[in-house]
Nanobody
Framework: QVQLVESGGGLVQAGGSLRLSCAAS????????MGWYRQAPGKERELVAA???????YYVDSVKGRFTISRDNAKNTLYLQMNSLKPEDTAMYYC?????????????????WGKGTLVTVSS
């Protein structure tokens, strides 16, 4: 069983930055791919960024060049550095992990989820 706890969300002005963190209760050496998803009010959840155990990454087109995903296996923590934030980035952001697949991409599936952290970007 893996518990994931997100932190780092908040209110920021457009153009600002935030760094999200996701602390895992178990060693992420035992976890394969990890990712950040987001869901805005009235919209479907979407994969924002993902990283494999070997460091391969995936980003949705709308965040390429602005967001950076990384993982620190020694600290059992996943990060999402978000720069040049836009109002359309406003959403609940969720950390997720897969213990059975190292694939990163839009069709990846996860078996553990955090409860989310809210990011609000004002214009």
């Amino acid at each position: 069983q893996v518990q994931l706890v997100e932190s780092g969300g908040g209110l920021v002005q457009a153009g600002g930055s935030l760094r999200l963190s996701c602390a895992a209760s178990a060693s992420i050496f035992s976890i394969n791919a990890m990712g950040w998803y987001r869901q805005a009010p009235g919209k479907e959840r979407e994969l924002v960024a993902a990283i494999s155990s070997s460091g391969s990454t995936y980003y949705v087109d709308s965040v390429k060049g602005r967001f950076t995903i990384s993982r620190d296996n020694a600290k059992n923590t996943l990060y999402l550095q978000m720069n040049s934030l836009k109002p359309e980035d406003t959403a609940m952001y969720y950390c997720a992990a897969s213990t059975y697949s190292d694939y990163v991409g839009p069709k990846m599936t996860m078996d553990y989820w955090g409860k989310g952290t809210l990011v609000t970007v004002s214009s």
